[in-house]
């Protein structure tokens, strides 16, 4: 099992970034995938989460309305659409595979992140 995450950077505020997720050794269409970031000296936060059994999605409140969570099952990635990005999104950002199919909050696998830098 292998996540790897990609398309961080440095961006000002207000601008936007797509990470993209790209699974190998199982089916994104099989388990649900959840977005968290962690930040020096913060906990780890759980952003957006997609389900494999109806694509529905969960946001957290701090980034519902600005990020969007898709998945495309014939790449098998999953990607974190992030627009209106301030300051405090920055973070490093990793994506996680459920244990099971529908977002449970219990991560099995995730990858080693990708730093996203929000500053003027």
């Known amino acids: 099992v292998q996540l790897r995450e990609s398309g961080g950077g440095l961006v000002q505020p207000g601008g936007s970034l797509r990470l993209s997720c790209a699974v190998s050794?199982?089916?994104?269409?099989?388990?649900?995938i959840t977005w968290f970031r962690q930040a020096p000296g913060k906990e780890r936060e759980e952003l957006s989460c997609?389900?494999?059994?109806?694509?529905?999605?969960s946001y957290t409140d701090s980034v519902k309305g600005r990020f969007t969570i898709s998945r495309d099952n014939a790449q098998n990635t999953v990607s974190l659409q992030m627009n209106s990005l301030k300051p405090e999104d920055t973070a490093v950002y990793h994506c996680?595979?459920?244990?099971?199919?529908?977002?449970?909050?219990?991560?099995?696998?995730w990858g080693q992140g990708t730093q996203v830098t929000v500053s003027s």
């Open positions: 996680a595979v459920d244990r099971y199919f529908y977002c449970s909050g219990s991560l099995g696998y």
């Open positions: 050794g199982f089916s994104v269409a099989s388990y649900a």
């Open positions: 997609i389900s494999a059994k109806d694509g529905s999605t």
